[in-house]
């Protein structure tokens, strides 16, 4: 009865299975093992700004151009404070607010952008309180340039005047006359009447969509493991119950009927009591 696996197309589909199975496990462990590369990485970055808020400032210069190593580390500059956006659309502890961007500028001549602090509710000019003048010195955790679109930063346009959807080089560099550092600080003390914005982790280190993405793409390979043997199990029975109907006898009496069918199909039927004419 089992002899069919014996057969040419048989011994195709058994390779197959064999080959199949193992990749898609590996696939499934690489993919799960990206996640969790990224879950690890996540809780390193965060633990890593916790750390970085107890370490002493260094000048900014040091620390440029911001990256995965630079980000968070707390630095100090000196300058004055000049343009001042609202930033739009952005939550601190689940409430809905906006941070005030106040552009310092500093003896290099260019200016680097401080986060004061966060406001709740809509963006206003009238609630922010003014700026400290004079020349002062900030200290706060490093960041990068932020990118519209991602990780929650909004891209939105046709702000009112006197906004920003993000806190990005590319932006003020069209809002300011004058040059903008490639990097942002936010305040480890917010101004007076404002929240301080916490550091966030350096991107590509967070539980971002790619990371999901790993874990959808995990359940997805070892979901096709069950489906191919699923499907191994099915062809399997089909086989099964076709030689077992052979070995019956099923097919050929099956096979027969449908030929006499067809045959006596094409002779026509003589009514019954009816005789043929003479010829």
Same mark, same amino acid.
């Given at each position: 009865?089992?002899?069919?696996?014996?057969?040419?197309?048989?011994?195709?589909?058994?390779?197959?299975?064999?080959?199949?199975?193992?990749?898609?496990?590996?696939?499934?462990?690489?993919?799960?093992?990206?996640?969790?590369?990224?879950?690890?990485?996540?809780?390193?970055?965060?633990?890593?700004?916790?750390?970085?808020?107890?370490?002493?400032?260094?000048?900014?210069?040091g620390l440029l151009p911001v990256t995965k190593a630079t980000s968070g580390k707390q630095t100090t500059a000196s300058g004055r404070y000049d343009t001042q956006l609202l930033v739009p659309d952005r939550q +601190?502890?689940?409430?809905?607010? &906006?941070? #005030?961007?106040?552009?310092?500028? @500093?003896?290099?001549?260019?200016?680097?952008?401080?986060?004061?602090?966060?406001?709740?509710?809509?963006?206003?000019?009238?609630?922010v309180p003014a700026a400290p003048t004079g020349e002062v010195t900030v200290t706060g955790a490093l960041q990068a340039s932020e990118t519209p679109g991602s990780n929650g930063v909004s891209s939105r346009s046709g702000l009112p005047e006197g906004q920003t959807a993000a806190?990005?080089?590319?932006? +003020?560099?069209?809002?300011?006359? &004058?040059? #903008?550092?490639?990097?942002?600080? @936010?305040?480890?003390?917010?101004d007076p009447?404002?929240?301080?914005?916490?550091?966030?982790?350096?991107?590509?280190t967070g539980l971002d969509l790619k990371a999901f993405q790993n874990l959808g793409y995990t359940a997805e390979w070892f979901a096709f493991v069950g489906f191919v043997i699923f499907m191994w199990f099915r062809l399997l029975r089909r086989e099964v119950e076709l030689a077992r109907d052979a070995e019956l006898g099923l097919a050929a009496e099956e096979s027969e009927g449908d030929g006499a069918g067809s045959a006596g199909d094409d002779v026509p039927r003589q009514a019954t009591g009816v005789s043929s004419p003479v010829q």
């Open positions: 009865m089992y002899r069919f696996l014996l057969t040419p197309r048989w011994w195709g589909i058994n390779v197959f299975l064999l080959l199949s199975i193992p990749f898609c496990i590996f696939m499934g462990s690489w993919q799960l093992g990206r996640f969790e590369d990224r879950v690890d990485s996540h809780r390193d970055a965060e633990e890593r700004v916790a750390t970085d808020q107890r370490e002493q400032p260094r000048p900014l210069d +601190l502890d689940g409430a809905d607010g &906006y941070y #005030v961007l106040t552009l310092l500028r @500093t003896d290099t001549g260019r200016a680097l952008p401080v986060v004061r602090g966060w406001l709740p509710g809509t963006a206003d000019p009238a609630e806190i990005s080089t590319a932006s +003020l560099v069209n809002l300011v006359p &004058y040059d #903008v550092y490639d990097a942002w600080i @936010t305040l480890n003390r917010g009447g404002m929240r301080a914005v916490p550091a966030s982790a350096p991107g590509g």
